[in-house]
């Protein structure tokens, strides 16, 4: 990982004593209110800076001053190198201060993106999020929105203007339309206390900055404790299917998860854990949807989260078992080479301590994607029943034999299975780094994230990079 020196704060802002709240532009009229505050979490109080967008006035429309006030918050946030937690309900500019009112959010807009990558940036959801502050919403790195939030850029009035199709904002924007359909939201709940709660819960597993390393989680769970459970998880059959979340909660301390987008790509899981007390980020394919392949929603969801873990220090531990690339013609048409890079670009720049298991299937350039070795991982592990290859022995054998016949063919696939479908042979040739019994994945995991606990990586010397989108 890389860790830079902290810069010197420039203006002190958190008052003394646990708890004391510091408010930032407090007689600035508005709706809305800039403090900094504190979290309570597994660790006990973490300082953050508290935005809070309210409907109390004007359905929440922002005025230039509450952009004003909104980017001042997180400055100060940059300041303090201090994580910044945003509550919005808001109805969009404030139509009656004019274009002033957009350069409003605006201001706010920039000063978010200056915090992307140095404090984590995460926002609560409750109520409406229109226009401009929908925007917002993208800007940060997690997003919890409860059942009644909804967010659009352009309401139902102007769909209907423009396509003539009405449509509920609801059905537009509500809250499982972003669940499921367009990544936005992290996570779900039902009321805003629960989504301070999630929000808290998060936390557990983050630094306050990116000159900061996760804080240990408590657990008395051994770092040593056997996982003999997760090799029975998998099925006899090479096609059958399990549920992925079994095999990472075996592995993570306590059994405890947070899932993030959940709804979102469910063929693959992206959950924060911790391993013997650290936090790691866990990318897995999840074989009970579309057979844990990777389509366009699946490389975007990966690759930002392992973006977000990278940015901020947490390991990452990738649970391989995928055929391949989803496919069809409206994949490709739609930027399956672009987006599938994104996944391959986030993993390739990551410094993070990286560890990959292959569980079962790996081939062809999902293997690649999926942190294989030549990604640059630190560690590749793979269980027996792993297999490494260009593609399945079925489908190799219909283009190398395919004037073969039904008998010829079945001994072909059985030969191309016992030859090349193993984790051995890659192991052979340095693809693989040992191969180990499922039962001892967990203590594998533990020792390797120990002895890479202080991994640093010089970064080059370039402004940035340029991320395939």
């Not at 007689?27 to 109390?56: F, M, N």
């Not at 408590?218 to 992925?244: F, K, L, M, N, Q």
């Amino acid at each position: 990982m890389a860790l830079s020196p902290p810069p010197t704060p420039t203006s002190p802002r958190r008052a003394p004593g646990v708890g004391r709240i510091v408010q930032l532009r407090a007689k600035v009229p508005g709706v809305v209110q800039a403090e900094i505050d504190t979290l309570d979490t597994v660790h006990g109080p973490r300082s953050v800076v508290q935005v809070r967008v309210g409907r109390t006035e004007r359905a929440g429309a922002l005025s230039p001053r509450d952009g004003e006030t909104i980017a001042e918050a997180a400055r100060a946030a940059l300041d303090e190198r201090l994580p910044v937690v945003v509550e919005l309900s808001s109805s969009g500019a404030d139509i009656g201060e004019g274009l002033a009112a957009l350069h409003g959010w605006g201001l706010a807009a920039k000063a978010l993106s200056d915090c992307s990558g140095v404090v984590p940036t995460v926002m609560a959801v409750d109520g409406p999020a229109v226009s401009g502050p929908a925007l917002l919403l993208g800007l940060a790195d997690h997003v919890v929105m409860t059942s009644e939030a909804y967010a659009f850029v352009s309401g139902p009035h102007m769909v209907r203007e423009f396509t003539g199709v009405p449509i509920a904002k609801g059905e537009l924007g509500g809250s499982a339309a972003h669940a499921r359909h367009s990544g936005v939201a992290s996570v779900v709940v039902d009321h805003i206390d629960e989504a301070r709660s999630v929000v808290a819960s998060l936390f557990d597993y983050l630094p306050a900055h990116n000159d900061e390393l996760p804080p240990r989680m408590p657990t008395d769970d051994p770092a040593d404790r056997p996982t003999p459970e997760v090799g029975d998880v998998i099925p006899a059959s090479p096609t059958g299917s399990y549920d992925v979340r079994s095999v990472i909660r075996a592995l993570a301390d306590d059994g405890e998860l947070l899932e993030v987008k959940a709804s979102w790509a469910p063929n693959l899981v992206t959950a924060f854990g911790s391993v013997d007390g650290r936090p790691v980020g866990f990318v897995a394919n999840q074989p009970c949807a579309l057979a844990g392949t990777l389509d366009i929603p699946a490389s975007q969801k990966g690759a930002r989260f392992v973006a977000f873990c990278d940015a901020f220090n947490i390991p990452l531990v990738t649970l391989v078992d995928t055929p391949g690339f989803y496919p069809g013609k409206d994949l490709e048409w739609r930027g399956m080479i672009r987006h599938g890079a994104q996944m391959a670009f986030a993993y390739a720049r990551a410094t993070v301590p990286r560890v990959n298991v292959t569980l079962r299937k790996s081939y062809g350039g999902a293997y690649i994607v999926m942190d294989s070795k030549r990604m640059g991982n630190d560690l590749a592990l793979a269980w027996p029943s792993a297999e490494i290859a260009v593609m399945g022995a079925k489908g190799a054998v219909e283009i190398l034999h395919r004037r073969a016949g039904a008998d010829e063919r079945a001994e072909l696939e059985r030969a191309y299975e016992e030859r090349l479908l193993n984790p051995y042979i890659a192991a052979e040739r340095g693809f693989v780094d040992a191969v180990i019994d499922p039962a001892d994945t967990r203590r594998e995991l533990a020792a390797a994230l120990a002895v890479l606990e202080d991994k640093r990586e010089r970064l080059g010397p370039r402004a940035h990079d340029n991320t395939p989108l």
